[in-house]
């Protein structure tokens, strides 16, 4: 099979495989190939041919890849990256400047983490396009996956949806309870009780930090009250907190800074044992540029000094 593969595949067949599985989606493929949806489902279904095996399941919401189709895909950017090389060996265009990093991160990490290294790289690298992208986290791993982002600030995922990927932790962050400066909950430590006969703002269904939220309330003997406010976007959270008496319920990062503003304050319930770990998820083996390297490491000092300076703090 595979010197008939070798032969008989085409270019056309591995850029119109990387658009759909870029886009998840016929139509758009075709409108970013320049070519019509039919044109682009047949010359799917020649590379399937090709290579006797389902690469995409299709239905009326999209196209997701299979197992296979995930696996076709590493290799298929591969040999793209590799043309696009060589043909770079040849004219020369690779100029200093013209990196592009694009970036991926959990809502939670954005203001906090990711805000102060966006600000810090913009002044370091003023001339090195810079895109975020925020999602939950299957979404950043299948944009690692279709290459649609070079790195993102996620969570591992089970071995399975995590082949083809590296994770390096940052941090661990535990869930919290805030509520603004001057609610009557804020004045004396109050029973788990009170707190559940509030409004809560807790994260959105299917996080990890909602199954951690759950656990976390049941351990005390709660389960979730309906109506509940459910939403991982960090800004409005951390909104409905300040201009309403609800409860925030959400990892360490997403309210970091309106905590040490005064803003917002903690209440005394424990978050231990709600650790979640937040890291870098990256395609394993793929190197990146000099300006990504730079920022990836920021990354890393930054997430360091917050551990560092917990852990001070927790001693003293």
Request: glycine share 10%; with cysteine; net charge neutral.
């Amino acid at each position: 099979m595979q010197p008939t593969f070798r032969n008989r595949v085409r270019l056309r067949h591995l850029h119109c495989f990387v658009a759909v599985a870029q886009t998840q989606h016929l139509g758009q493929a075709g409108e970013q190939l320049g070519l019509s949806q039919p044109a682009v489902s047949k010359t799917l279904t020649e590379l399937e041919a090709l290579l006797g095996a389902r690469l995409l399941a299709r239905g009326r919401a999209g196209t997701e890849l299979t197992e296979l189709g995930q696996r076709f895909l590493r290799h298929a950017l591969r040999v793209l990256e590799d043309l696009d090389e060589a043909a770079v060996s040849v004219t020369g265009a690779h100029a200093a400047g013209l990196e592009h990093i694009r970036v991926g991160a959990l809502p939670s990490v954005v203001p906090d983490l990711l805000q102060e290294a966006v600000l810090a790289f913009r002044r370091t690298h003023p001339d090195v396009g810079l895109a975020v992208q925020t999602g939950m986290n299957r979404t950043l791993i299948d944009g690692l996956k279709a290459d649609v982002l070079d790195i993102a600030i996620g969570r591992m995922d089970n071995p399975t949806v995590m082949e083809g990927l590296w994770f390096e932790m940052l941090d661990a962050e535990p869930l919290l309870l805030a509520v603004r400066k001057g609610h009557a909950l804020a004045k004396a430590p109050p029973s788990m009780a009170e707190i559940m006969a509030c409004q809560l703002v807790v994260p959105a269904q299917g996080s990890a930090p909602r199954h951690s939220a759950e656990s976390l309330l049941a351990r005390h003997g709660f389960m979730l009250p309906p109506g509940v406010l459910e939403t991982s976007d960090a800004y409005l959270g951390q909104l409905v907190a300040l201009k309403s008496d609800a409860i925030w319920l959400a990892p360490r990062c997403a309210m970091r800074q309106a905590l040490e503003s005064g803003e917002l304050v903690l209440l005394p319930v424990s978050g231990q044992g709600s650790e979640e770990p937040v890291g870098l998820l990256r395609q394993g083996g793929r190197e990146l540029g000099a300006a990504a390297e730079a920022f990836v490491q920021d990354l890393r000092e930054r997430a360091a000094a917050r551990s560092h300076g917990l852990a001070g703090k927790t001693k003293a």
